[in-house]
Nanobody, 115 residues
Framework: QVQLVESGGGSVQAGGSLNLSCAAA????????WAWYRQAPGKQRELVAE???????YYADAVKGRFTISVHNDTTTVNLEMNSLKPEDTAIYYC?????????WGRGTQVAVSS
């Protein structure tokens, strides 16, 4: 059973930084597409960043230039480096593997940014 374990969430003041990490356990296939999503209270889940093949990246306009997605440990771990955090970045952040059917999702990690 594939498990995704997220870490690194927390509370910071605006302008601060956090580094989220997500590790995949019990993998039996290649991970080609990793993504980070977030869901703020009362809002729909939205795509934050995506990385394909370990190098092709996509960022939502709201985080472009502030967040960086990367993979490590032979693509079994994905990180999301978040800088210049804003109160509107407050949400539960989820990692996901998208190149499989079914997709795999983490349980989420809370990020809270105060002004």
């Amino acid at each position: 059973q594939v498990q995704l374990v997220e870490s690194g969430g927390g509370s910071v003041q605006a302008g601060g930084s956090l580094n989220l990490s997500c590790a995949a356990a019990e993998m039996t296939f290649e991970i080609r597409v990793w993504a980070w999503y977030r869901q703020a209270p009362g809002k729909q889940r939205e795509l934050v960043a995506e990385i394909t093949g370990g190098r092709y990246t996509y960022y939502a306009d709201a985080v472009k230039g502030r967040f960086t997605i990367s993979v490590h440990n032979d693509t079994t771990t994905v990180n999301l480096e978040m800088n210049s955090l804003k109160p509107e970045d407050t949400a539960i952040y989820y990692c996901a593997i998208l190149n499989t059917s079914p997709q795999y999702w983490g349980r989420g990690t809370q990020v809270a940014v105060s002004s």
